[in-house]
């Protein structure tokens, strides 16, 4: 792990932490909107989001994917690194990286798993990896509105955010609507790009 970290303390002295957030979010976005606008008849109240991956065009929402997992871990690591604070205690820290990384890694295994009807077994891991990607986004978010507190420099609606991203993956648990999974996943993307851009205006 040390060395993990060596090489992320020099990619990130190139490249802000900043740049890499934006970049997720891009590609998840760009493989959305491609694959749902070559999708005719997608309906989002009805479909999860996974499932156009079997569109015409589903390849580039797969791809979108394991980019978007790839390209999110430096991110990670920054955003991990802005809680090292007295208040909060390393071990902690310590799990909400993992989390996040797991999601991250997750998520970009979803492309090489997609939604196929035909195949049982993808279909499964399929469900594993999607179900570790949701949990992991859900507990990670809710402990970084707890530091977000926590820490005076961060602003109160850093929390917020953190807090609602939570809240709505929670309730997608609950209920397991298609448009809720829909409205966290883009939450998830909001929380992403809010916090990427924050950093690149604050310098931080």
Known sequence: ??????????????????IFGL???????TGILISFVSFPGYNLFFYDVSYLATGPLGII????????????????????????????????RKFTLSLSLMSSITLSLIGF??????????????????LLTFIGITIYCFLYG???IKI?????????LSFLVSAIFIFYFTNRWSLVEWIGVGSIMMWIAYNAIFSLVNKR
Do not use: C, Q
């Open 1 to 18: 792990m040390p060395i993990i970290f060596g090489i992320m303390k020099k990619l990130l002295n190139v490249i802000p932490a900043g």
């Open 23 to 29: 970049l997720s979010v891009f590609f998840a976005l």
């Open 61 to 92: 929402f797969d791809l979108g994917l394991i980019f978007s997992g790839i390209v999110a871990i430096p991110f990670h690591f920054y955003m991990n690194s802005l809680i090292i604070h007295e208040s909060i205690e390393p071990r902690w």
């Open 113 to 130: 798993f997609p939604v196929l009807t035909d195949s049982i077994i993808i279909l499964i891991i399929h469900g594993i990896l999607a």
């Open 146 to 148: 707890i530091f977000f």
């Open 152 to 160: 005076a420099k961060f602003p109160f609606l850093n929390a917020i």
